[in-house]
């Protein structure tokens, strides 16, 4: 995708990014939709994640007019209580019935530390902060009062410099450059820069330096 034919991205001076990222989500009708569905469920500590949020900010960043379609929308929860993937597929089932035009992928991180080989996460910023891209590690909610809350394990200024940074806390160093690879985002957002892995000693240091929610 060429970017020849579109609008500059916008300049981040005038507020703060996250403001500008919950701007994003108000004026994306698609987002906003997937946001009502997740609040519909009352479901803890859930957030719609990942390329949901990333993407979007990748897109107003390049300037694109147009929101890049989607793969799936990421609905992450934390429910110990009810760790199975049985579960899972029952809230997908139902997302369907309210919104069948979009692709709906549930995961409840109180059992995808078995998958991942880690250690028990204690919520879903702290499964956040295990994924192998920083700038991955981001999600959103609406507030009861129909407010954008955010969530994230990072300060994550490198979202808004179009920056690609490893996460030193995930457990394959591997699995950075492979997904850079194989998911194209290079043809995709062009802009964006790709940050060197690190030497091999930093990674498992922990990156983490706050959770901002404005």
């Not at 946001?35 to 719609?48: F, M, P, T, V």
């Not at 009062?145 to 955010?150: A, D, L, V």
């Not at 790709?194 to 000693?201: F, I, K, S, T, Y």
Request: hydrophobic share 40%; net charge positive; charged share 25%.
């Amino acid at each position: 995708m060429t970017t020849d034919d579109r609008p500059q991205p916008p300049a981040l001076t005038r507020a703060g990014p996250y403001l500008h990222l919950q701007r994003w989500i108000r004026a994306d009708a698609q987002r906003l939709l997937a946001l009502r569905c997740l609040a519909s469920l009352g479901l803890k500590d859930a957030w719609l994640a990942a390329g949901f949020v990333r993407n979007l900010a990748w897109d107003q960043l390049h300037g694109y007019r147009h929101p890049t379609p989607l793969n799936d929308i990421d609905l992450i929860h934390f429910d110990p209580d009810q760790p199975d993937a049985e579960a899972d597929a029952r809230i997908e089932a139902h997302l369907c019935q309210q919104a069948g035009h979009l692709r709906w992928s549930v995961k409840n991180q109180a059992r995808m530390h078995l998958r991942n080989g880690d250690t028990p996460y204690r919520d879903s910023c702290d499964a956040m902060a295990r994924w192998p891209e920083v700038e991955t590690a981001i999600g959103v909610r609406l507030r009861p009062g129909g407010g954008i809350e955010i969530a994230t394990p990072f300060v994550q200024t490198g979202l808004f410099a179009l920056r690609l940074t490893p996460n030193l806390q995930h457990r394959h160093p591997h699995t950075f450059a492979e997904r850079v690879q194989a998911k194209g985002w290079l043809r995709q957002w062009p802009r964006l820069q790709v940050e060197d892995l690190p030497r091999a000693g930093a990674w498992h240091a922990d990156p983490r330096s706050g959770t901002p929610s404005p």
